[in-house]
């Protein structure tokens, strides 16, 4: 597929929000080559449910596809770092909550004990694709990847806020790798609550994703919600009002 025209992230769906609500707040992070506007209805049902939600654009995302090509994990990490920070002005209670890429970025913060509590949904712990820690060389070669148009997706998620890129810079591939594994051999130090929510009909991740996740960490409090029939980009799916009520159960007990 071809890059995203310019202005294509233009629209209010795709502007980092901050909805103040109540004195529990939460931090929604998107996944690799998204855009906030996949996480934008679950902050609006959130901050209805009394919620106070924020949302931001990673760097390099949803501008044009080749501003990826000059950050990387780094600055993905520091700026959800940024957000919390940000959140606890206003909040006593933060929990960060994370969409594929943005699941591995929340479970990295809790690992940290920077979070009262995490919700990883879609997260692809272990990594499926075998191809990622190789891109770093393939980018020498083969400097963009670009996704599979999914006539699925189309059909059973809103498209008014299925805004991302069509593609990456190859190389960083290499960073969400890198990510994964960081997450993934640190699962033991969360101790905060989790949630951790899943598609059974996600062909992006590992079917043992959840189950990853929720055998290693070290918290007491631990929940799963599984969900049918939709894929990996869930948050804008019919699933939710499954997926915010799964998330304001797990902020009523905070």
Not at 63 to 92: F, I, N, P, Y
Not at 226 to 243: A, D, N, W
Request: proline fraction near 6%; include cysteine; glycine fraction near 8%.
């Amino acid at each position: 597929m071809q890059p995203r025209e310019k202005g294509y992230f233009s629209g209010d769906e795709c502007k980092p929000f901050f909805f103040k609500g109540g004195k529990k707040g939460i931090v929604l992070l998107h996944g690799f080559t998204g855009s906030v506007a996949h996480m934008r209805p679950l902050g609006d049902t959130l901050y209805k449910n009394g919620y106070s939600a924020m949302g931001i654009n990673l760097p390099g995302h949803a501008t044009a596809e080749k501003d990826m090509a000059s950050v990387g994990r780094r600055e993905w990490m520091q700026a959800a770092l940024d957000a919390v920070g940000q959140l606890r002005l206003h909040c006593q209670t933060v929990a960060v909550c994370g969409l594929s890429m943005g699941a591995v970025l929340s479970m990295l913060i809790a690992e940290q004990h920077k979070a009262d509590a995490c919700i990883s949904i879609s997260a692809p712990l272990p990594a499926l694709n075998r191809l990622l820690p190789l891109t770093s060389l393939l980018g020498l070669f083969h400097p963009r990847i670009s996704w599979e148009q999914d006539e699925n997706r189309i059909l059973q998620l809103d498209q008014r806020y299925d805004k991302g890129y069509t593609g990456f810079p190859t190389r960083k591939g290499a960073d969400l790798y890198t990510l994964i594994k960081q997450a993934q051999r640190n699962l033991p130090q969360i101790a905060c609550p989790i949630l951790v929510i899943q598609s059974k009909d996600d062909h992006t991740i590992s079917p043992a994703s959840a189950d990853t996740i929720l055998e290693n960490v070290s918290s007491k409090q631990k929940e799963k919600l599984i969900l049918h029939g939709v894929p990996h980009v869930c948050t804008i799916s019919g699933k939710l009002p499954e997926i915010a009520n799964a998330i304001s159960a797990m902020m009523q007990s905070l």
